[in-house]
């Protein structure tokens, strides 16, 4: 598992990054982000990624957030390659993601997913988020937004229950 970090990259080395996980979230989302916006998250000083490679140096898969206060980090992309799901990749990352964020002061992490999407739903409620919210008719689909918060507290037994509530 490797953190990543921008600061201190080569130029090179940046784009190198930004190709890959393009090109992995193009192969893995019906919506991807673009190369540009990729770019652009990595870019920010906020930018938090965690990423898994296989030997040979292949991405796998990544979660890749930015920190929206001192303490809460907002998860933006999760993606995992199509040929190496279901094997533990996206919870490996998260995971990862949380314990090393927590480490640094982060107590919540937040994000948003399709509420026809079962198997991220399945992934995240694993890790522990919780549901917090929905949006009716969010997407251009007409699909919910469903709105998950992972918190520290949550994660010690505070909540307990996979929906705190909602609109």
């Known amino acids: 598992m490797e953190e990543v970090e921008s600061e201190g990259m080569k130029r090179g080395e940046e784009d190198s ?98 509420s026809l999407n079962a198997a991220a739903l399945a992934l995240y409620t694993a890790v522990g988020f919780v549901v917090v919210g929905r949006r009716a008719r969010y997407y251009p689909d007409g699909d919910d937004a469903l709105l998950l918060t992972w918190t520290a507290e949550d994660a010690a037994g505070g909540a307990g229950e996979s929906e705190r509530g909602g609109d």
């Open 17 to 114: 990054l930004v190709e890959r996980i393009a090109g992995l979230v193009g192969r893995a989302m019906a919506h991807p982000w673009s190369g540009a916006q990729v770019a652009d998250a990595l870019a920010s000083p906020r930018a938090c990624l965690m990423c898994q490679e296989d030997d040979a140096g292949a991405l796998l898969g990544f979660v890749l957030g930015r920190r929206v206060d001192q303490d809460v980090v907002e998860i933006d992309l999760v993606a995992v390659d199509p040929a190496r799901r279901r094997e533990g990749v996206g919870r490996a990352v998260l995971e990862e993601l949380i314990a090393v964020e927590r480490d640094g002061g982060v107590v919540e992490f937040r994000l948003e997913l399709a």
